[in-house]
């Protein structure tokens, strides 16, 4: 457990990338650095962040996105979004508006890696077919926390949490493409998404439990719920 700028800790181990728009390194600006690691994104407008909630970030469903590079600061091509055949952890804040890719990578072939948000499901997919789905219910213009855990490639090792509850298991055997790849966030090209947004972090190699799932959840709901 560490902290990396405020106002909330955060799981370091693993984590390769973590924005924040209540911190002031990601406050009001086009150019995002991750509060870890050496990668900063691009977002489409300085108009998207506001200031209510201690800040959050809103996508208009049609230019709005964070786009990330396939090299760190230093120009060395990065691995971060390489998640190939191992664990990982995605979460986010979301407040839904309006359909539908939240996160695109390794957008080229087969295994490129998509998560999308609909009012009726939470999807994990690649540009073929979706590996693990979740159904809810619509809570359009409700803040909600979301999580997607892979624990490993066996049955029932793909895990979405909601709220900091456990609410699907499914498979994610998926090899997802490797080599050093652009990344967005909220604005894949031909499905951008439509809502608000606050921290939103990644990890690599590790993945987070239940529990910390649900301390994260408990630690920042005040802004959001």
Same mark, same amino acid.
């Given at each position: 457990?560490?902290?990396?700028?405020?106002?909330?800790?955060?799981?370091?181990?693993?984590? &390769?990338?973590?924005?924040?728009?209540?911190?002031?390194?990601?406050?009001?600006?086009?150019?995002?650095?991750?509060?870890?690691?050496?990668?900063?994104?691009?977002?489409?407008?300085?108009?998207?962040?506001?200031?209510?909630?201690?800040?959050?970030?809103?996508?208009?469903?049609?230019?709005?996105?964070?786009?990330?590079?396939?090299?760190?600061?230093?120009?060395?091509?990065?691995? $971060?979004?390489?998640?190939?055949?191992?664990?990982?952890?995605?979460?986010?804040?979301?407040?839904?508006?309006?359909?539908?890719?939240?996160?695109?990578?390794?957008?080229?072939?087969?295994?490129?890696?998509?998560?999308?948000?609909?009012?009726?499901?939470?999807?994990?997919?690649?540009?073929?077919?979706?590996?693990?789905?979740?159904?809810?219910?619509?809570?359009?213009?409700?803040?909600?926390?979301?999580?997607? &855990?892979?624990?490993?490639?066996?049955?029932?090792?793909?895990?979405?949490? &909601?709220?900091?509850?456990?609410?699907?298991?499914?498979?994610? $055997?998926?090899?997802?493409?490797?080599?050093?790849?652009?990344?967005?966030?909220?604005?894949?090209?031909?499905?951008?998404?439509?809502?608000?947004?606050?921290?939103?972090?990644?990890?690599?190699?590790?993945?987070?439990?239940?529990?910390?799932?649900?301390?994260?959840?408990?630690?920042?709901?005040?802004?959001?719920?």
């Amino acid at each position: 457990m560490g902290v990396v700028g405020g106002p909330d800790p955060i799981v370091t181990d693993g984590l &390769v990338f973590y924005i924040d728009p209540a911190n002031g390194r990601n406050k009001n600006i086009t150019s995002i650095p991750s509060l870890v690691g050496n990668i900063t994104g691009t977002l489409s407008s300085q108009g998207v962040w506001q200031s209510s909630n201690f800040g959050y970030w809103n996508f208009d469903g049609t230019a709005d996105k964070i786009t990330l590079p396939n090299s760190d600061s230093s120009g060395t091509t990065t691995t $971060a979004f390489a998640f190939g055949d191992n664990n990982y952890t995605m979460h986010c804040w979301w407040k839904y508006i309006g359909n539908q890719v939240m996160w695109g990578s390794g957008q080229t072939g087969t295994d490129n890696f998509y998560i999308s948000i609909t009012s009726t499901f939470l999807g994990l997919g690649s540009q073929s077919e979706y590996k693990h789905q979740y159904s809810r219910s619509n809570n359009d213009s409700t803040w909600f926390h979301w999580a997607l &855990v892979r624990e490993g490639q066996g049955t029932n090792q793909s895990k979405w949490y &909601v709220n900091g509850a456990l609410v699907s298991t499914g498979t994610d $055997a998926t090899t997802w493409i490797s080599a050093g790849t652009e990344a967005s966030i909220a604005g894949y090209t031909s499905s951008p998404a439509e809502g608000e947004m606050g921290p939103f972090a990644i990890y690599n190699g590790n993945y987070l439990t239940a529990e910390e799932i649900q301390k994260f959840y408990n630690d920042t709901k005040d802004r959001f719920v």
